[in-house]
């Protein structure tokens, strides 16, 4: 069984930053592709960035190019998200995932921006 848990997030006044970690147990070596989303009340959820573990290509969504960076570690069941010059309109519960055959979600995370 894997299982996939967050830590990092919290309240942050807006231009600060924070760094969301997620870290995956079980019985499997390791992922294709890691990431995250995130779901703000009343919303759909929305992708954030993602990051392929063979190479490290990445991908953000428009809203957090240049202010957000994710990374992995080297036993790439580890994934971060680097949030930088975070706004009010970031506030949301951030959910990491990791692929491989299948999808894996963590609980999720809550951030909350203040203005």
């Known amino acids: 069984q894997v299982q996939l848990m967050e830590s990092g997030g919290g309240l942050v006044q807006a231009g600060g930053s924070l760094r969301p970690s997620c870290v995956a147990s079980g019985s499997i070596s390791s992922f294709n592709v890691m990431g995250w989303y995130r779901q703000a009340p009343g919303k759909q959820r929305e992708l954030v960035a993602t990051?392929?573990?063979?190479?490290?290509?990445?991908n953000y969504a428009d809203s957090v190019k240049g202010r957000f960076t994710i990374s992995r570690d080297n036993t790439q069941k580890t994934v971060y998200l680097q949030m930088n010059r975070l706004k009010p309109e970031d506030t949301a519960v951030y959910y990491c995932?990791?692929?491989?055959?299948?999808?894996?979600w963590g609980q999720g995370t809550q951030v909350t921006v203040s203005s």
């Open positions: 995932y990791m692929w491989r055959s299948i999808a894996y």
């Open positions: 990051i392929i573990t063979s190479g490290g290509n990445t």
